[in-house]
């Protein structure tokens, strides 16, 4: 399953007597779409890309979508559409009156495909659909009770980034498992204690990607005392990972 992502930390720490270490791996093939988890947002996708998930909308007409969901008076409509604006007109008023946040989606599609929020056409990019917040959903109701409405757009609008985000993780594959091992010093070799699979790390920027494999390592050594890999490999190589620890382990090396 998976391969070793050496980009990721690896992090070591001593637990009752044992040497642990925590890494990373890409998980290949065990993590669900995120569009099937629950999301504040809902998916309207207008393309033959997989991108929805239970709760989402799929269609090969947008405009005729639109016009269902606004409830525009069809024939009104088509008489008018001309002077009303076509399907821009019928997106203004959906976000008018049915949205707390929105953003266009766009799929760039090169040697893997990429999501994208917001609207762009070109050389592989396509224009697939849009995501949107509901007014009327149940935690959006609830968070506006306590916050203004330029608070909740901005809370709303953040949630959509972030599960935009997570789903472009998805499709490109960047999931990652945790797998931590525990040493054996009589056979020189590691063994695997435990693993959790379908991690969707932050990867905005390089220190925020690490910061999230850290935070996930601690949990996995009950916040115990973290050291470099890099560090414990050189030490059990030259004998010395008593100094390095700071306490006493692997009684054999005394007599070795």
Not at 143 to 153: I, L, M, Q, V
Not at 169 to 182: Q, S
Not at 187 to 215: F, R
Request: charged share 30%.
């Amino acid at each position: 399953m998976g391969y070793k992502n050496d980009y990721l930390p690896t992090k070591c720490w001593f637990e009752n007597g044992t040497l642990h270490r925590a890494f990373f791996e890409y998980d290949d093939c065990c993590y669900e779409s995120p569009r099937d988890w629950c999301n504040l947002s809902v998916f309207v996708n207008a393309s033959s890309y997989k991108l929805c998930g239970k709760n989402d909308e799929e269609t090969d007409d947008l405009e005729q979508w639109l016009i269902n969901a606004t409830g525009i008076n069809e024939d009104w409509y088509w008489s008018n559409r001309e002077r009303y604006g076509g399907i821009d007109g019928l997106i203004k008023k959906f976000r008018k009156e049915k949205c707390v946040a929105f953003s266009y989606l766009s799929v760039y599609d090169h040697s893997g495909i990429c999501l994208y929020s917001g609207y762009c056409r070109g050389w592989d990019y396509s224009a697939v659909g849009f995501a949107y917040i509901p007014k009327d959903n149940d935690e959006v109701k609830a968070y506006r009770k306590g916050h203004s409405k330029e608070e909740t757009e901005k809370w709303a609008e953040k949630n959509l980034e972030n599960e935009i985000h997570i789903m472009d993780n998805y499709i490109r594959g960047d999931v990652y498992g945790c797998v931590e091992e525990v040493y054996d010093p009589e056979t020189e070799s590691w063994g695997t204690e435990n693993s959790c699979w379908g991690y969707y790390l932050d990867d905005s920027t390089t220190e925020s990607k690490e910061k999230d494999a850290i935070e996930i390592i601690k949990e996995f050594s009950g916040n115990a005392k973290l050291f470099d890999w890099k560090d414990v490999k050189k030490a059990l190589g030259d004998n010395t990972l008593d100094v390095l620890l700071g306490q006493k382990v692997f009684d054999f090396m005394e007599v070795a």
